[in-house]
């Protein structure tokens, strides 16, 4: 590391509040600003706040689990940590040492500026450093040297990482530090390592704890069986019910409470739930009462006519379908953040834009982003918008970012799952502080946006992989609402071709409805209602009113492929036919191919991508045809 340039940018910015952007990391760079903007001491040479004896003692009782827990690491560590001249520091979320570890001669120097147990080691108290920098971004973090924002921590080389429970909480933090002269790139993967061991044994002990505590919750829902009665955990997760309850709402396990109260009941008293095991209070019985649906509307949801609900969508008759738009009707007067998963082509925007459309921001803007379909590079610049010149190309006066766009409406952000890592930090930053700091700018701008998300994949799978930040997802997953695939509410495909006509002016001739629909039954819809959509278009340009030579049964029983049992059968494949239905068959696919090129101006790729088949397949047939 060049000190010297480091330093030399560092006397500038303390001097003239002036820095060259492109020449420190982007966290640092926000660290510093945030340490000027708190006006931190550029020149303190030692840690100032330190706690009593006492208060000591009391800090490390109330993190008693988290010492209990990091110790064993540490002492494995210990040997290699002295050999390298470092040291090891465990951190409490509010930034005081609760112990530390390592080489003698590194904690005796370390001592000459106070960094020893009990004191506070946050960007506030010593400015930008890697505890504190972790604590506020809750990332892993390495600063060396003059990177560090106060003078105290010049001479030192130090990596953190959060230490995060399975609920997204910030427990605390691991460091190690040495003399920056003794700095080594592996510093920052031993704390992550640390970290990550520590986590999966606490989410060991969390779900161990968890089975003893449904097991416990159970037997006491048992013996109030003839009541409504449930036991919620300490995040207000339904763990168990009493039987009444479970006979109204089925799904009522896993439920949290709110969403329960909005389902006609009230809170009539309650009592705290101690576990056997380590006889903790670990969560809160309840007993309740029914409301009426009157007092319930004016408890929770502003009133309002039934039939104002907005859905620009087809609501069908289905009851999977039913009880999603009453999971809609229940958020959307409210400011929570939704999470909607579903399958691709299900409708995920169309219920997030029933949700701004039904709730108070239905005025302000609705802003749509897909994050699968924006290059990570440009991500940041498009979610939170850049200051004018913050980099070749920018535009003038700069440019506001989707969040900005979306002030006192709303934003989806489609495709969650496919933001990069330090992109979901940056979110995650953005819903805890509901501000933005756009690329290049020092100014915070407050946001006033409700936050929609939704992806098609299993992203719970995604935070097993450690691919996508657990605390974020808890964040996010306020207010789950599912999709259903179409193929699981078949009896709304009559509904969905009515209202899809209408809404295109489409029409599909003189077919007969009844064995259409039937036929429409039979598939499996990979491609869910966007599929279904295509094929009533294709079967539009095929079998318009005026051609009546085409029969009604061999209409349908051609488009759609016969072999439905396959998930992925292609209306359009070169199937095996009955020799009586293969002057039919020609005849569609020859004016299917001849409007096709029509539309592309002859141009054989697109009318094939038109079509949706190979290019090949498309050159066979041109031949076949003696086109």
Request: with cysteine.
């Amino acid at each position: 590391m060049d000190t010297t340039f480091y330093f030399d940018t560092w006397k500038r910015f303390v001097h003239e509040g002036v820095l060259d952007q492109s020449r420190l990391d982007k966290r640092i760079l926000e660290s510093w600003y945030r340490c000027k903007k708190e006006r931190v001491n550029p020149y303190l040479n030692k840690g100032m706040h330190l706690l009593t004896e006492e208060e000591l003692h009391n800090k490390k009782a109330q993190n008693s689990l988290l010492i209990e827990m990091t110790d064993p690491y540490l002492k494995k560590m210990e040997p290699m940590i002295k050999s390298s001249g470092m040291m090891a520091l465990l951190v409490d979320p509010d930034g005081y040492v609760l112990s530390l570890l390592g080489n003698e001669k590194t904690l005796m120097d370390a001592s000459r500026i106070n960094f020893m147990e009990g004191v506070s080691w946050t960007e506030g108290a010593v400015g930008t450093n890697a505890i504190g920098t972790a604590l506020a971004t809750k990332e892993a973090v390495m600063i060396q040297g003059p990177e560090h924002y106060s003078v105290a921590s010049h001479q030192w080389s130090c990596s953190a990482t959060p230490i995060m429970d399975d609920h997204g909480r910030l427990l605390g933090v691991i460091d190690v530090s040495c003399p920056v002269e003794q700095s080594h790139p592996f510093m920052i993967g031993m704390v992550t390592s640390i970290a990550y061991a520590i986590e999966k044994e606490l989410i060991k002990r969390s779900h161990r704890k968890e089975i003893t505590m449904v097991r416990q919750a159970s037997q006491l829902a048992e013996s109030h069986h003839s009541q409504l009665f449930i036991v919620c955990n300490q995040h207000k997760q339904i763990i168990s019910a009493s039987k009444p309850v479970r006979e109204k709402i089925p799904q009522v396990i896993g439920m949290n409470l709110q969403e329960l109260l909005h389902n006609r009941y009230r809170i009539k008293s309650e009592m705290p739930f101690y576990t056997k095991e380590d006889n903790c209070m670990n969560g809160i019985c309840l007993f309740l009462s029914e409301v009426n649906v009157p007092h319930q509307k004016a408890c929770f949801l502003p009133s309002r006519p039934e039939d104002s609900f907005v859905f620009n969508g087809e609501c069908g008759v289905s009851e999977i379908f039913q009880n999603t738009l009453k999971k809609v009707k229940l958020v959307a007067p409210t400011d929570a953040t939704v999470f909607i998963s579903g399958e691709t082509g299900t409708g995920k925007e169309l219920i997030a834009r029933a949700i701004h459309d039904n709730s108070p921001r239905k005025n302000g803007p609705f802003i749509s982003l897909n994050c699968g379909a924006i290059p990570k590079d440009l991500m940041e610049s498009e979610l939170f918008g850049y200051a004018e010149g913050a980099f070749t190309g920018a535009k003038r006066q700069g440019n506001k970012g989707k969040f900005e766009q979306a002030q006192r409406g709303t934003i989806f952000l489609d495709e969650i799952g496919e933001i990069p890592h330090t992109m979901q930090v940056a979110l995650l930053r953005v819903l805890q502080e509901r501000k933005v700091t756009p690329i290049g700018g020092t100014k915070e701008v407050p946001l006033d946006v409700r936050i929609i998300t939704a992806t098609h994949r299993d992203i719970t799978d995604f935070v097993k992989r450690r691919e996508f930040r657990e605390d974020l997802y808890y964040r996010l997953n306020v207010y789950p609402i599912d999709v259903p695939p179409l193929r699981n509410r078949k009896e709304d495909i009559p509904h969905l071709i009515k209202h899809i006509c209408q809404k295109n002016n489409w029409s599909i001739g003189s077919l007969d409805i009844q064995d259409l629909i039937t036929r429409l039954s039979d598939y499996d819809w990979p491609g869910n209602i966007r599929e279904l959509t295509n094929l009533i278009e294709r079967l539009h340009i095929m079998l318009p009113e005026q051609q009546s030579d085409y029969t009604i049964l061999e209409q349908p029983s051609e488009l759609l492929n016969l072999n439905y049992s396959s998930a992925s059968a292609n209306p359009f494949e070169e199937d095996k036919v009955e020799e009586t239905s293969l002057n039919t068959r020609v005849k569609i696919q020859r004016d299917l191919m001849l409007d096709a090129l029509k539309r592309t101006n002859g141009n054989v790729t697109a009318a094939a991508k038109f079509l949706g088949i190979p290019r090949s397949t498309f050159y066979k047939r041109l031949k076949k045809f003696g086109m």
